[in-house]
């Protein structure tokens, strides 16, 4: 295996190719196809042309959280925080930014009302201890802001409530959406099942982490954040029952796929369960469930654009990547989508 560094997925990307907004409607967005060396330019809702009957198509159903928070210092100081994972009925991880970073032990007055005390720390995230006159989660949905990436540069709006979440979001806990899944509405749905595919669905809560930079140069050094994850039983049924018609697992999402291979057996099967997953893939891992994946544009020197180098090829997704900034696509959370075929070999 070639040994990585993480200055070997960067690219260059213009600012203004940056989505500040999701289009008009789900699925006006476009698609870039990765057919072996050759790429396609199509439409969003081109996609269900590509899917054949006997296929499952897999998608995240988490629900994303108004994680975002404020609060004040003793001092007066503002602070800004984002819930990383609810951890009990008055305890989550977060990461807070300050002008000076309170520690382990300073207590946080919140907006909205009541306090939080911080009882640990772990690198970039501190555990926080809520004081709340209901449950943090009723909190949060009361006071707590949509919690867009931090590529999007202006402030949410009351679209960003429907817009910043998959139609079939149904099990709260992420702080972050499975981006690819927003392209979806119910009409595409349908259209997909009307093609004889099986549409299944499992849940991984997508944390604050999947935006953290690789801050190793050796990429085998980095330390992945943790992500928890449930199989269902109707899912592992619906990839046994399309892998013996000769079907493909189609994932919607790097999370979808992630929760998939770290749940897969060593025989393209999946277990059931609910289970924490801090799988890092990179160029060399061997996947076992996923043959194709959707999935949007990902970060410079991001674990995501390692993964989808794993997945689809390294040179190929180089070549794709520079072909999208040319064609002037749409870049993360709110952009453009992909395609890809596993690599085969």
Same mark, same amino acid.
Not at 76 to 98: K, S, T
Not at 155 to 180: E, H, I, M
């Given at each position: ?21 999701? @289009? =008009? ?34 998608? +995240?159903?988490? #629900? ?10 003793? !001092? ?25 970073? @309170?520690?382990?032990? &300073? ?12 009882? =640990? ?25 949509? @919690? ?12 960003? %409530? ?26 595409? %749905? ?6 004889? &595919?099986?549409?299944?669905?499992? !849940? ?29 039983? @109707? !899912?592992? =049924? ?7 018609? +000769? ?14 291979? /770290? ?5 393209? +099967?999946?277990?059931? *369960?609910? &289970?924490?997953? /801090? ?15 959707? !999935? ?10 390692? %993964?989808?180098?794993?997945? &689809? ?21 709110? *952009?453009? =989508?992909?395609?890809? #075929?596993?690599?085969?070999?």
């Amino acid at each position: 295996m070639t040994p990585y560094r993480v200055s070997d997925f960067d690219y260059a990307l213009p600012p203004e190719l940056i989505a500040q907004a999701p @289009p =008009a409607s789900r699925g006006a967005s476009r698609l870039l196809d990765v057919v072996g060396d050759r790429l396609v330019d199509r439409r969003f809702d081109e996609l269900p042309q590509q899917v054949e009957a006997g296929d499952v198509v897999v998608f +995240n159903d988490t #629900r994303v959280i108004k994680a975002r928070f404020h609060a004040r210092k003793a !001092t007066g100081g503002r602070v800004e925080g984002l819930v990383e994972r609810v951890v009990g009925p008055d305890a989550a991880w977060a990461q807070i930014r300050a002008s000076h970073t @309170p520690k382990v032990g &300073a207590v946080l007055q919140l907006d909205g009302g009541g306090e939080a005390r911080i009882e =640990a720390r772990d690198e970039q995230m501190v555990l926080l201890r809520f004081a709340l006159p209901v449950p943090l989660d009723d909190w949060l949905d009361a006071h707590g802001d949509v @919690p867009l990436p931090p590529y999007i540069t202006r402030p949410p709006d009351a679209a960003d %409530l429907a817009r910043y979440q998959t139609v079939y979001a149904r099990v709260p806990g992420a702080v972050a959406a499975p981006t690819a899944g927003l392209h979806f509405d119910d009409a595409l %749905l349908a259209a997909l099942a009307a093609r004889g &595919a099986t549409l299944a669905y499992l !849940t991984l809560h997508v944390g604050a982490g999947t935006f953290q930079p690789v801050r190793h140069d050796d990429v085998s050094q980095h330390r992945m954040h943790r992500e928890r994850f449930s199989i269902p039983g @109707p !899912t592992r =049924a619906a990839i046994a029952a399309a892998r013996a018609r +000769n079907g493909r697992v189609i994932a919607v999402g790097t999370t979808t796929l992630r929760a998939l291979e /770290a749940a897969h057996d060593g025989s393209g +099967n999946v277990v059931v *369960g609910d &289970a924490d997953t /801090a799988l890092f893939i990179t160029p060399g891992y061997r996947f076992g469930v996923v043959d194709r994946l959707v !999935t949007n544009f990902h970060l410079p020197r991001s674990t995501l654009l390692m %993964l989808v180098s794993a997945f &689809a090829g390294y040179d190929r997704i180089r070549a794709a990547y520079a072909h999208a900034v040319a064609a002037r696509y749409r870049f993360f959370s709110y *952009g453009d =989508a992909m395609l890809l #075929r596993r690599l085969e070999g």
